[in-house]
């Protein structure tokens, strides 16, 4: 009944990743531009679509989860070790802050 040999099967997997991404760990990017995070998500789309149809869906798909080997390194090792920031929860704010070079004044424009 479903047909997964069309490129909208790599849309589905990738447009649910950044869903749970955003809704999950939103908060953490509050004062990127929006415009960035949608070109992010846009980017990875199409190199994500671009590998499956030029090398395979496998290929795209090993690619796309060999992403979390990056992720566990800064949240697990980069972030507590080198800059003292809880790489799960961003505290404490003030060096998250800093880290992403954000104003720490919050109702400034």
């Known amino acids: 009944m479903w047909i997964t040999k069309s490129l909208w099967f790599e849309i589905a997997v990738v447009s649910i990743i950044y869903a749970l991404g955003n809704i999950l760990m939103?908060?953490?990017?509050?004062?990127?531009?929006?415009?960035?995070?949608?070109?992010?998500?846009?980017?990875?789309?199409l190199l994500v679509c671009c590998?499956?149809?030029?090398?395979?869906?496998?290929?795209?798909?090993?690619?796309l989860s060999l992403f979390i080997f990056p992720l566990l390194y800064v949240h697990g090792y980069y972030l507590p070790k080198k800059k003292g920031?809880?790489?799960?929860?961003?505290e404490p704010k003030s060096k998250?802050?800093?880290?992403?070079?954000w104003n720490k004044d919050l109702f400034s424009k």
Do not use: A, C, Q
């Open 85 to 90: 920031i809880n790489g799960w929860t961003g």
């Open 51 to 63: 590998i499956s149809v030029y090398f395979g869906r496998t290929t795209s798909m090993i690619l």
């Open 26 to 45: 939103g908060h953490f990017e509050e004062r990127t531009p929006k415009i960035r995070r949608v070109g992010k998500y846009l980017l990875t789309l």
């Open 96 to 101: 998250y802050y800093d880290f992403r070079k």
